[in-house]
């Protein structure tokens, strides 16, 4: 009875403290932080910064000797943002169909566009005069966009830091590591300061092939980050640190090898305003690669430049509001999908949903025929286009031999496809989706090699 009753009362103890015990916040899991990432797909990267003055390279133009140091810098005069609307911006990312946005907080020019305590910036030192960075945090926030700032390691203009261009390096850091030191420190409580006032929800980091990890102390970085702003995340330019890989440009042939990942490419063939770059990619151009980088597990982060005055030339907010069209029809082929399937089972780009149990198929133009799906050992129910809700009817053609599926045609009639870009259709599988894989024959790789004797020889 006695052990009955001190039971009791410990049990009533412990439902106090639970009661009176404040939240405790687990840190969240690796892919708990990259969820929202990996459901996005879609991200818009804003390259601004003196460099719109005169329209030429973002920073590189006075490194590799284009333009002397001072006369780039003379632009610092010109950086008015005189007509900067920070909710105009977050409402057209809106209307593109982002999920989020990378403002350049700081270039590696060195010009941060927050007030920042070291260095150059737009209030102290250009006729902008005040803070560019928060008006556009709180308005994506306002938007129910996350904000992501990239941020630049290398500072060419700090007195504290070797390089200045190509070819004038301040100093070596074996000669001078104290110096580095008050580099590293500077940096840091940049990245700190942004951290304080905007709490980004991404960091993106860039240059940090001029030193090493130790040399950056990137870990200490990260976890410093990761302690004050836990849900966040960061991009792989930390030196190794970081959480998802950034292929730049080039749209990669074959999945990269990374979990997460996302490709960022730029509309024409420049990051910042240069209005002689009329290099502009097509709507329809855009649109197949966010469709292929979304078949490959991936999100684009689609780049735009504005002027100096803050406005988005007419040509890149058309392209992203078109894109946004698109994406309102499309959307569920896209957001909260996973990697599709290898292009030998569909000649074309594909994700699936989350639970894998919905198969999304892009279509480039008119197919002119049937589509063809093969190795799906699953049953297929339901059948549509994902932007009108047209139902179609797939059907097997050939037999199933042993376990392999015959091939699954879809007709999508020409009246049914997406009436300007491409089209995606929906198959509801009856479960998890299942490929068959032909493992029992030997595949005639080279085409002037017998396939018996390729057969013999293994
Ligand atoms: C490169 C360039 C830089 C640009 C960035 C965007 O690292 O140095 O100018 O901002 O790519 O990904």
Same mark, same amino acid.
């Given at each position: 009875?006695?052990?009955?009753?001190?039971?009791?009362?410990?049990?009533?103890?412990?439902?106090?403290?639970?009661?009176?015990?404040?939240?405790?916040?687990?840190?969240?899991?690796?892919?708990?932080?990259?969820?929202? =990432?990996?459901?996005?797909? =879609?991200?818009?990267?804003?390259?601004?910064?003196?460099?719109?003055?005169?329209?030429?390279?973002?920073?590189?133009?006075?490194? +590799?000797?284009?333009?002397?140091?001072?006369?780039?810098?003379?632009?610092?005069?010109? =950086?008015?943002?005189?007509?900067?609307? *920070?909710?105009?911006?977050?409402?057209?990312?809106?209307?593109?169909?982002?999920?989020?946005?990378?403002?350049?907080?700081?270039?590696? +020019?060195?010009?941060?566009?927050?007030?920042?305590?070291?260095?150059?910036?737009?209030?102290?030192?250009?006729?902008?005069?005040?803070?560019?960075?928060? *008006?556009?945090?709180?308005?994506?926030?306002?938007?129910?966009?996350?904000?992501?700032?990239?941020?630049?390691?290398?500072?060419?203009?700090?007195?504290?830091?070797?390089?200045?261009?190509?070819?004038?390096?301040?100093?070596?850091?074996?000669?001078?590591?104290?110096?580095?030191?008050?580099?590293?420190?500077?940096?840091?409580?940049?990245?700190? +300061?942004?951290?304080?006032?905007?709490?980004?929800?991404?960091?993106?980091?860039?240059?940090?092939?001029?030193?090493?990890?130790?040399?950056?102390?990137?870990? #200490?970085?990260?976890?410093?980050?990761?302690?004050?702003?836990?849900?966040?995340?960061?991009?792989?330019?930390?030196?190794?640190?970081?959480?998802? @890989?950034?292929?730049?440009?080039?749209?990669?042939?074959?999945? *990269?090898?990374?979990?997460?990942?996302?490709?960022?490419?730029?509309?024409?063939?420049?990051?910042?305003?240069?209005?002689?770059?009329?290099?502009?990619?097509?709507?329809?151009?855009?649109?197949?690669?966010?469709?292929?980088?979304?078949?490959?597990?991936? !999100?684009?982060?689609?780049?735009?430049? *504005?002027?100096?005055?803050?406005?988005?030339?007419?040509?890149?907010?058309?392209?992203?509001?078109?894109?946004?069209?698109?994406?309102?029809?499309?959307?569920?082929?896209? $957001?909260?999908?996973?990697?599709?399937?290898?292009?030998? $089972?569909?000649?074309?780009?594909?994700?699936?949903?989350?639970?894998?149990?919905?198969?999304?198929?892009?279509?480039?133009? !008119?197919?002119? @025929?049937?589509?063809?799906?093969?190795?799906?050992? !699953?049953?297929?129910?339901?059948?549509?286009?994902?932007?009108?809700?047209?139902?179609?009817?797939?059907?097997?053609?050939?037999?199933?031999?042993?376990?392999?599926?015959?091939?699954?045609?879809?007709?999508?009639?020409?009246?049914?496809?997406?009436?300007?870009?491409?089209?995606?259709?929906?198959?509801?599988?009856?479960?998890?989706?299942?490929? $068959?894989?032909?493992?029992?024959?030997?595949?005639?790789?080279?085409?002037? #090699?017998?396939?018996?004797?390729?057969?013999?020889?293994?």
């Amino acid at each position: 009875m006695k052990r009955l009753l001190i039971m009791i009362a410990y049990a009533g103890l412990c439902a106090a403290a639970r009661a009176s015990a404040p939240a405790v916040r687990t840190t969240p899991s690796y892919q708990q932080r990259m969820q929202w =990432f990996a459901d996005a797909r =879609f991200g818009v990267f804003i390259h601004w910064g003196i460099y719109s003055v005169d329209g030429i390279t973002e920073s590189w133009s006075f490194f +590799d000797g284009d333009i002397p140091y001072d006369d780039y810098m003379k632009q610092l005069h010109g =950086f008015t943002a005189s007509h900067y609307d *920070p909710q105009a911006w977050a409402d057209l990312i809106r209307a593109s169909g982002a999920r989020y946005a990378v403002l350049t907080s700081k270039h590696h +020019d060195g010009v941060a566009l927050w007030p920042t305590q070291h260095g150059l910036n737009v209030v102290k030192d250009t006729p902008a005069h005040r803070d560019l960075v928060g *008006p556009f945090v709180k308005a994506l926030r306002k938007d129910d966009l996350k904000v992501g700032l990239y941020y630049s390691l290398i500072d060419w203009s700090y007195q504290d830091y070797p390089a200045h261009t190509k070819t004038d390096t301040r100093y070596r850091i074996e000669d001078d590591p104290a110096r580095w030191n008050r580099f590293v420190t500077y940096y840091q409580d940049q990245v700190h +300061d942004l951290t304080r006032r905007y709490h980004p929800d991404l960091y993106w980091f860039d240059g940090d092939w001029e030193h090493t990890p130790a040399q950056w102390h990137s870990k #200490e970085l990260r976890d410093w980050i990761l302690a004050h702003n836990p849900d966040a995340i960061m991009n792989s330019r930390l030196a190794g640190w970081g959480d998802y @890989g950034t292929p730049e440009q080039g749209v990669p042939i074959a999945r *990269p090898p990374y979990k997460y990942w996302e490709l960022c490419l730029t509309m024409n063939n420049s990051w910042g305003w240069q209005p002689h770059d009329r290099h502009f990619k097509s709507v329809d151009q855009l649109i197949r690669i966010l469709a292929d980088t979304a078949g490959m597990g991936g !999100n684009l982060l689609l780049d735009i430049g *504005p002027r100096a005055d803050g406005t988005i030339p007419g040509i890149e907010a058309d392209t992203l509001r078109q894109i946004g069209q698109w994406l309102h029809r499309n959307g569920e082929a896209i $957001y909260g999908t996973v990697a599709g399937l290898p292009k030998d $089972y569909y000649a074309g780009d594909s994700t699936l949903s989350q639970d894998r149990k919905t198969l999304y198929l892009f279509i480039d133009g !008119n197919p002119q @025929g049937p589509v063809l799906v093969k190795g799906l050992t !699953n049953r297929v129910g339901r059948a549509w286009v994902v932007g009108n809700g047209t139902i179609l009817s797939p059907q097997r053609v050939g037999a199933t031999l042993g376990n392999a599926p015959a091939p699954l045609y879809i007709d999508v009639p020409a009246d049914t496809l997406d009436p300007q870009h491409v089209t995606a259709i929906a198959l509801k599988l009856d479960g998890p989706i299942k490929l $068959y894989r032909d493992t029992s024959k030997p595949t005639q790789l080279d085409p002037d #090699e017998p396939t018996m004797r390729t057969a013999q020889s293994w």
